[in-house]
């Protein structure tokens, strides 16, 4: 990352924060609405960040995922399934049933992962086409089943869709307890405390991405692992000669890309809300791409990217709660269709390429022939 | 990605030729109703009485023949738009889109400017200027992602799709608001009818199938005619199969890939335009979801030749009317077609697959059809 993206993304982020505290100010504290807002900022740029990791390991391996949003639809889907089915059917506890769903997520995830792999490695099926493939089938599987399980003909549901066990549960950093003594019990300062708290109470997915996000950085820049990933994508002729093993090396990298695809659909129906609706993914895995590319292929600067995103999410949201206080020469901010769109502007503005150019790895969706 | 190397090859009749060219997506369609056929019976259905029904309500009266051309109309417009920009080596995702702004636009000029104008506009100038407005709505929207893609270097993958949901987001808002059909019994965001002049005339009286049919053919043979025997098809061609041997052969590059985005989204436009003009005379919200992911899967199971997109739109929008007979007959849902969609499109497009399993030899030709971000 430079600077010039760098600060780029830093501005973006003033502006959607300055937007929401100048609106809001009149209904609550600055420093309550600012961490409310990076809260869900956080949240939100979850399945972005693992949408956008998913593409770096694939991309950096040569194959272009252009399936990552069919990924995740489907995970999603199939985690959620999981979930009710272990819940309802084998009458698991809550906890068990999500987590099991999670895995489930994951592991259906990997599955798709090694469908491209299979289509754009063994195959060699144009890789563009190859996702497209992918988004399709995910729609078209998710919304038959969806119908078929609960409505069909001797569903074990029989016509009703059952509720969900439930979401994950927010992890307690206990900063408010830790640091009370400092407050020396002035309710201002508790009340801080206490807000800032919330920006570190994220759920068990939200934080995987965060750590996974150095650790995929450790393992593509400071293993042999991730030496072998990236000469495989940027010249497969020369990894080979020295006897790395080309078509294992990408299978292996698009299914670990395709299992945190799989992550971030868990994100939305195991951790965000406890329900599958057709479509839901709603275009984020392409936008995950866009943080890939605008953070040129690494790790942190895609998860840096995906912040901007998650934050002009979380604008849509903090407009809709302050609605009543916008003052009307700004009514179209009471608009969410209006303000829904300033993530795909940005995702458009991103990809001109005005801020900085970035390069793909050299060998990025051309099949390998020996 | 390598281009063709059959040059070498000696001469075909025209018949081996078409053979030659019907035989994977014949293969592969076959291959995708037994795979689904085989799902049917997993989910507990009866695979053959799904079949029957498919058959029956496509293509078993002539209610069901019309109803048939009525799908094929919009899917013919949107699969030429994906398969003219394939042969410029442009993938445009976003037809969803550029259709339904089409549509917007044109039922806002089929139901405003009589208004606007305070007189009532005769026919013949009304109905040419809505659809004309759909197309150009369609046109520009494209063309925004072409400008991007020759100046910028902004893939057109990402950007079209983008521009799909501003597309869409822009026309709930209008459709819940300035444009909602104001009627006091109407609850559904959706435009109010357009004028008797903006309406195309029936064909036959009692069928739903419209003049939007007969054009859909008469374009598709046009856009056969602009790309093998014009100049314009030329250079769209060339550029598609080799920008940099375009560039020294003196094609203006940028200007190509503009001029083929705007085309593009001008057919897509005209798909939304004739919707209204021809068959809704309205324009209703979510009416337009799937058409761009049909309208792929249509360009490449046609091979992105004008002639295979007309027969892979009628095989679509065969299977999409005769569902509700099917779910009739065997209670299976409808989404059951998408998924024999995506399994046509998966051995389509991995054709190796289907010669695998067939055991046809490849005569080691590879179509140049998207490039990656750098291109």
């Not at chain 1, 991103?350 to 970035?358: A, E």
């Not at chain 2, 969803?96 to 039922?107: D, H, I, N, T």
């Amino acid at each position: 990352m430079d600077w010039k993206r760098f600060s780029f993304i830093f501005l973006i982020i003033v502006v959607l924060f300055g937007v929401v505290v100048a609106i809001g100010q009149v209904k609550s504290s600055p420093i309550v609405i600012i961490t409310s807002m990076l809260a869900t900022t956080i949240a939100f740029a979850t399945p972005l960040t693992l949408g956008a990791l998913a593409g770096v390991f694939c991309e950096r391996s040569g194959v272009t995922n252009i399936g990552i949003e069919g990924m995740m639809l489907s995970s999603a889907f199939f985690g959620w399934l999981a979930a009710i089915y272990m819940y309802h059917v084998f009458e698991f506890p809550v906890g068990i049933s999500i987590t099991v769903g999670a895995l489930f997520a994951v592991l259906f995830g990997m599955l798709m992962g090694l469908l491209l792999a299979v289509l754009s490695i063994t195959y060699k099926v144009d890789q563009i086409i190859g996702g497209t493939v992918i988004n399709i089938l995910a729609v078209g599987l998710t919304g038959f089943l969806n119908r078929q399980l609960f409505f069909g003909k001797g569903s074990v549901f029989e016509g009703s869709v059952p509720n969900s066990p439930g979401v994950l549960p927010a992890i307690h950093v206990p900063i408010t307890e830790i640091f009370s003594p400092v407050c020396n019990a002035a309710t201002d300062c508790l009340q801080v405390l206490a807000s800032i708290n919330k920006v570190f109470d994220q759920k068990p997915i939200a934080i995987s991405a965060i750590l996974l996000v150095f650790i995929a950085h450790y393992v593509l820049f400071y293993t042999r692992w991730g030496l072998r990933t990236r000469a495989v994508g940027e010249h497969p002729k020369a990894a080979d000669t020295v006897g790395i093993n080309v078509i294992r090396m990408r299978y292996a990298n698009v299914m670990i890309g395709g299992a945190l695809a799989g992550l971030a659909g868990a994100y939305f129906t195991i951790e965000s809300v406890p329900s599958f609706e057709p479509l839901l993914t709603n275009g984020r895995g392409f936008i995950s791409l866009a943080a890939m590319i605008f953070g040129n292929w690494t790790p942190i600067g895609s998860w840096t990217a995906a912040l901007v995103f998650g934050a002009s999410q979380a604008l849509n949201i903090n407009m809709q709660l302050f609605r009543d206080v916008i003052p009307p020469q700004l009514a179209f901010l009471q608009q969410s269709y209006v303000v829904g769109l300033v993530p795909y502007i940005l995702t458009m503005i991103i990809l001109t390429g005005i801020i900085g150019r970035t390069t793909p790895p050299a060998a990025d969706g051309i099949p390998y022939e020996k | 990605m390598q281009v063709d190397t059959t040059s070498n090859l000696p001469p075909k009749s025209f018949l081996n030729a078409a053979l030659d060219a019907i035989r994977i997506p014949l293969l592969a369609i076959l291959t995708a109703v037994v795979l689904g056929g085989i799902i049917i019976a997993i989910v507990g259905g009866n695979p053959f009485l799904a079949y029957a029904g498919l058959i029956q309500g496509s293509f078993g009266s002539a209610k069901a023949l019309s109803e048939t051309a009525v799908w094929a109309t919009p899917y013919i417009f949107a699969g030429l738009a994906v398969a003219l920009a394939f042969k410029g080596g442009l993938f445009n995702i976003g037809a969803e889109g550029q259709l339904a702004l089409g549509a917007v636009f044109s039922a806002l000029i089929g139901y405003a400017l009589p208004e606007w104008l305070g007189v009532d506009i005769p026919f013949i100038i009304h109905l040419p200027l809505t659809i004309i407005i759909g197309m150009t709505a369609g046109m520009i929207w494209a063309s925004i992602v072409g400008f991007l893609k020759a100046y910028t270097g902004g893939h057109e993958v990402i950007n079209t799709i983008m521009m799909n949901y501003i597309a869409l987001n822009t026309i709930s808002f209008l459709l819940n608001g300035p444009m909602k059909d104001r009627n006091p019994d109407n609850v559904i965001a959706r435009t109010p009818l357009i004028a008797e002049s903006a309406r195309m005339p029936e064909i036959f009286e009692g069928f739903r199938i419209h003049w939007g049919f007969i054009l859909a053919l008469l374009v598709a043979f046009f856009i056969w005619w602009l790309l093998n025997k014009t100049t314009l098809g030329f250079e769209i061609r060339t550029v598609g199969a080799n920008p940099d041997a375009a560039k020294y052969a003196g094609v203006n590059v940028k200007r190509t890939i503009i001029v083929t985005m705007a085309l593009s989204g001008m057919l897509a436009g005209m798909a939304g335009a004739l919707e209204v003009t021809g068959l809704n005379f309205r324009h209703e919200l979510g009416f337009s979801i799937g058409y761009g992911f049909d309208a792929i899967a249509i360009a490449l199971l046609g091979k992105s030749h004008p002639l295979g997109v007309v027969l892979a739109s009628i095989l679509f929008a065969a299977m999409r009317n005769g569902a509700t007979r099917m779910q009739f007959l065997t209670q299976l849902p409808v989404d059951l077609i998408s998924v024999l969609q995506a399994l046509i499109l998966l051995f389509v497009a991995a054709d190796a697959i289907i010669r695998y399993i067939y055991r046809i030899k490849s005569k080691g030709e590879r179509v140049v059809l998207t490039r990656g971000w750098g291109g």
